[in-house]
């Protein structure tokens, strides 16, 4: 059985993206979007929100082309893609 890697993030992009050049052609795209969650704390009966920020990574002409004509610090943005850790 193989496994499912894919993410789905919605939130609001924290700067705006910053392009660079790649050695062998093609242009890369990095930026952070900020994810938020509010629940209610079972303690204090308070909602509370919490921000996670999550580094993105563009490789896909395509998409960096368009980051680079419509993405801007505090845009709503709707991510899919996959995970990948880096040592």
Known sequence: MNGLNRVDLIGNLGADPE?????GGGE????SIATNEVYKDRQTSEYVQQTEW???TVF?????KMLRKHAAKGRLAHITGKLRTRK
């Open 60 to 64: 896909q002409d395509g998409l960096v």
């Open 28 to 31: 890369v795209a990095n930026f």
């Open 19 to 23: 392009f660079r050049f790649l050695p």
């Open 54 to 56: 999550h580094r993105v």
